[in-house]
């Protein structure tokens, strides 16, 4: 049964693939305050959909994994917000639209603390990625250079 399904949805193609960095550039987003970095697409049959992620372990991720209408609330949110503050009132996300239409977000996760220091970052990556193919050698490439500027 799960085989009939998978033909129809294709049931690896939406998971979200982990985004790897090396230590010192963990450490570098750690210090401004990032938890967690994620990237949606939209597909039209699906609607939108994590495509990749860094911290699987923060409570933004486990919010979306859990709650995959969650995802598309934030992407209604996006179009009129910059950040929102999760119930924990600790976990700030921050909003990037990637593409005109606003389907295409980077979402941040850092802490009020490091709202500034976030958005400068999340700011200077929209600008590297924006319009471009989402791939993940693009992503991690441009979050290194990204860091060399901050």
Partial sequence: MDDIFSDIFGSNQFNPTKIALSRTTLRKLRNLGIRNICFTDHDE????YLKFYLNRKSIFFRQLENNPAFLADLLILSKDMKEILLKDERSLV?????DKTGLRLILVET???????????????VERLRGKDLTLEAIENAIEDV???L
């Fill in 45 to 48: 049959a699906v609607g939108p």
């Fill in 111 to 125: 802490t009020k603390e490091f709202k500034d220091s976030s958005l400068a970052f999340i700011d200077n990556l």
């Fill in 94 to 98: 921050l909003f990037g639209s990637l």
């Fill in 147 to 149: 860091l060399q500027l």
